[in-house]
């Protein structure tokens, strides 16, 4: 695939940006950063909302077509609990799966440790089957991390969870493993930023592991510092559906911020996906990303192409003292 077809292999959506503050049924500063995933016949958002005291929650926003006539839930669906050691300032960029062997769903989202010097961001799992009750599961990793999500099956009876903690500085993916969702271990790096390029001062992961016959496509942001700042852009790698070991990875970006909403808001120059859904008749995958932490995009591809893209590229990932 050429660079010029790799540029539009993702367009925008021409509604975009699909929710905004002014959107919202109460009043919040900025909404954005949505998990997604198809639930009964809508598909369902759940939306990062910030209030003017700059804490997050989390509220259904629900879609037919998933582009358009959103239905929002009247008061946030989901918010911080202390009795499970969330502290004040929220819960913030949902990924959502349906996890097959428990049938429910399971959110990870980040959430702050309350009690613990600085409040650091951590991951918090929660469980559903309606999206109007939760049931807290735990807190599995260590903080500092964030940009967490299950992957929708088992692995030889072993759960497997990607991550994205800071290890002496660095902000790595990382994949984890447990066989009862609470005790963890089997600690690896999945995906290295990489050096001097478009993600080199960090990476994370963006909506949960989508399977496909050729592997696991693995959609993710990256950030480099400029002069001006930072900018956070969308990569994919795709890894083997066993080992979970990255088979393809592209080398540039596919998607960066170029319009207005996107380079311009409560941080500048980001866009930040968390949430996916494929139609499995047409191969349309729909990417919501929040833009620039303040309002919802909607990216659209043929998941197909995007998996054709990546098996054109080598398995380029090794930090480059491994080259």
């Known amino acids: 695939m050429s660079n010029s077809q790799l540029g539009e292999m993702f367009s925008r959506y021409e509604g975009n940006p699909i929710l905004t503050p002014a959107c919202w049924p109460y009043e ?16 369902l958002l759940l939306v990062r909302a910030e209030d003017k005291q700059g804490y997050s929650h989390l509220t259904v926003a629900r879609s037919k077509d998933g582009k358009t006539d959103w239905r929002i839930d009247p008061e946030p669906t989901l918010r911080s609990d202390r009795n499970y050691g969330e502290d004040v300032f929220g819960l913030e960029d949902a990924r959502i799966i349906w996890l097959e ?3 429910e769903y399971v959110i990870a989202c980040v959430s702050f440790f309350a009690g613990i010097v600085g409040e650091p961001p951590g991951i918090s799992l929660i469980a559903t089957n309606d999206f109007s009750t939760f ?9 500092p991390n ?35 969702l609470k005790y963890w271990g ?18 994370g992961l963006g909506p949960p592991p989508i399977e496909t016959p050729e592997g696991w496509l693995i959609i993710y942001h990256g950030s480099r510092i400029t ?11 795709l890894l083997d559906l ?4 990255i088979t393809h990875r592209g080398k540039e970006w596919i998607f960066a911020p ?21 139609d499995g008749t047409t191969n349309e995958l729909l990417v919501y990303y929040g833009a620039s932490d303040s309002v919802v995009g909607l990216a659209v591809a043929n998941l197909k192409d995007v998996v054709t893209y990546l098996k054109s590229c080598d398995g380029y990932g090794q930090p480059h003292y491994l080259k």
């Open 186 to 203: 089997e600690h690896r790096p999945l995906i290295y930023a990489k050096h001097r390029a478009w993600d080199c001062n960090r990476v």
């Open 101 to 103: 062997e428990r049938q």
């Open 227 to 237: 002069a001006s700042g930072g900018i956070y852009r969308i990569g994919v790698v």
């Open 28 to 43: 919040v500063g900025a909404t954005f950063n949505p998990g997604a995933v198809r639930f009964n016949d809508d598909v």
């Open 242 to 245: 066993e080992t979970l070991e």
């Open 258 to 278: 170029r319009e207005p909403y996107e380079k311009v808001g409560q941080v500048d120059n980001v866009v930040f996906p968390c949430g996916a859904v494929v």
């Open 146 to 180: 964030k940009d967490a999500s299950l992957f929708p099956r088992t692995f030889k009876g072993r759960y497997a969870l990607v991550h994205r903690p800071i290890i002496e500085g660095r902000a790595d993916i990382w994949i984890s493993f447990s066989p009862d």
């Open 135 to 143: 049931r807290r599961m735990s807190c599995p990793l260590m903080p």
